[in-house]
Structure formats: C-alpha cells, structure tokens
C-alpha cells in the first residue's frame, strides 16, 4: 500500500560556513494512511525542523517529500498551497488570533479560500461541537484555559478538511491531565474521520499513550524506527535506550543469581510475582524495573533475585518461562 506521506533521503542545514548546522541528515520514513505516527527526540534532534519540511514551510536542500506519491518539492506554489490545506498543522503555542473570538479563529482558515461567510460560520459551529467546546464560540483566546485554546487551534486545522494533522510539541504547553484529553480528542479525530495524525514530542508517554509507529530522531538522523511496542521493549539504537530508559538501564547487581525478565505483550508483572508465590511458593526479590502498561499490556524489564536454593531458583525459571510474551536471561556480575 502506498503511504500518504514518504521523506526520502531528506537533508535540511542551516548557517553557511563555520556556522552551518545539519538539522536534517538522510532522513527516510513512511507513513501509512490512518495512522498515529510519532516522531520523538530530544532537544535539537531535528524534530520540529522535519516537521517544518513535510509541508514545505521549511524547504529541504535534499530529498523528496512524497503525499499520495507526488513530490511537494516539485509543485508550483499555488499547487503547493491546495497541497498544504490537506495537510494542516497544530503548534505548542497555538498561534491564535487575540484580536478574534473562538469561532472567528476557526472561520479564518476558510475566509481566506474564499468560503462564504455563513457558510463558513456553519462549518465551525460544527467543528467546535467536535472538539466539545460549542459553548466557546464568543470567547476570545486570552478567556480561554491551555487545553481549550488547543482544542480550538485543532478546530481551526480541521476547518481546510485536512487529510493529514500534524501536531508539532502541541501538548508541550499543557499539564498532565490536560495533554490526555488533547490526546484523547487527537485519537477520536483519527478514527471518527480517519485523518492521519503525525505527533512531534520530546515526551515517551504520548506516544506510547496514541503512537502506533514512532521514528527516534538523533542529532537530524533517524536512530530507530518500529512499531511502538517493539522499540519499547526491544529499544535498539543508543537514542532509543536514552529515551525509553531515561534513568539508565537497570542492570548492574549484587550477589546471588539475578535474572533479566523482559515483558513483550503479555502478562502484567504484578500478576506475574504473586502467581509465582502462590503457585510455586517461590519469592522473588524485585531489584530494578522500568516497565510500562500500554493498551493494557505489560512492556519493559525487571531484574528479579532468585532464591538461595537450587531447586527454589529453577522452579521460579521454569515457571517464569512458561508464561507467554516473557523471556529472561541471566544477568552475571550484577553489582546492587
């Protein structure tokens, strides 16, 4: 199937001379239609400037930027800007118009390709009902908290009726609570109108929250990229080991024998101890664990000490690897 976005070999620098920076260095990724795919990295790997050139605000030196197979790179601008209204964008800072209320905001999009006025009014009275704030329609930005003035910079994305939202650091500026209700909306809007969602972050937890794909970006280059249940638990680049274990890997240990439990899917850990007790008898000493619930499944690693005794450490090895989605190993030379 042909993906609705395609970077191919894409470079991007910035500064001449001494002072040239490589932003972007050969950078290739698909993104299929329908998905939620995320692009992450920490500060100045190239994030928001690759964002910048899938829609061309940002023009890269090398490369092509495919939509539906055609190269943006070669379009002329007025073919570029029909091009752009199907690919709509949504910042940190929501870049809203003070001087406008809710409603103008949304009806902006749309007064500049010419929409009539009521027919244009029509059309964002429907877009603030999807994103729940059909009470907003006359309040102005400064009135309005964060998380509704992001609901309605997303409003205003959806006016052009996009196929394609990108999301550059949008929940960046929110609290926790707020970024999840952002985050629920985004997904609603994937599968209510199946517009594809690409989401720039420096923050694991939302992706693993909507991602399905995610590309790790590093120093302009792409570390790593998978589904996002693979690099959370098998991470294979140095980058991916940074961000999914941002307090470092969990592996140097004590005496005794100590073994790695890497969850891929399956059973919940917790669940996992306490079965062990109760239908081994065995206990184990938890050490060390980075883990994460995603979609209700259970990702990452734990270090577990074994017992003393032979016989008690084979019987919590065997019943551990008898659980499905599991694999251990040992871990030798373990210092606490």
Request: proline share 4%; net charge negative; with cysteine.
């Amino acid at each position: 199937m042909e993906p609705i976005i395609e970077i191919r070999n894409l470079s991007k620098t910035f500064g001449t001379g001494q002072a040239q920076v490589a932003a972007l260095q050969n950078v290739s990724l698909q993104v299929q239609k329908g998905d939620i795919f995320g692009i992450i990295g920490l500060s100045g790997a190239g994030k928001s400037t690759l964002v910048r050139c899938i829609n061309l605000l940002e023009r890269p030196e090398e490369g092509r930027v495919l939509f539906h197979g055609s190269d943006l790179m070669g379009l002329k601008e007025k073919e570029l800007r029909l091009q752009r209204r199907k690919i709509s964008m949504i910042f940190q800072s929501f870049n809203l118009l003070d001087q406008r209320t809710a409603l103008d905001n949304i009806c902006f999009p749309l007064e500049l390709v010419g929409t009539p006025k009521k027919e244009a009014r029509k059309r964002a009275m429907e877009l603030l009902e999807t994103v729940g704030l059909p009470d907003k329609a006359d309040a102005y930005p400064v009135q309005l908290s964060g998380g509704q003035k992001q609901r309605i910079a997303i409003a205003r994305a959806l006016a052009s009726d996009p196929e394609v939202l990108l999301c550059d650091e949008a929940t960046s500026a929110l609290d926790p609570q707020t970024t999840r209700d952002v985050l629920r909306l985004l997904q609603d809007i994937n599968k209510r109108l199946g517009i594809t969602v690409i989401i720039i972050t420096h923050d694991m937890t939302v992706i693993e929250e909507i991602c399905g794909k995610v590309a790790i970006l590093n120093h302009g280059q792409v570390a790593e990229i998978g589904q996002v249940t693979e690099v959370f638990s098998h991470p294979k680049s140095e980058a991916g080991r940074r961000l999914v274990y941002p307090d470092g890997l969990p592996f140097e240990l004590s005496e005794g024998r100590v073994i790695r439990v890497a969850f891929n899917g399956g059973t919940a850990y917790q669940p996992l101890i306490a079965s062990l007790a109760i239908d081994c008898g065995v206990v184990v000493n938890i050490l060390g664990a980075d883990t994460r619930n995603i979609d209700g499944k259970a990702y990452g690693t734990m270090l577990l000490g074994l017992p003393e005794s032979e016989t008690e450490a084979a019987k919590a090895i065997a019943y551990i690897q008898s659980q499905k989605d599991i694999t251990i190993e040992e871990v030798r030379d373990y210092h606490a």
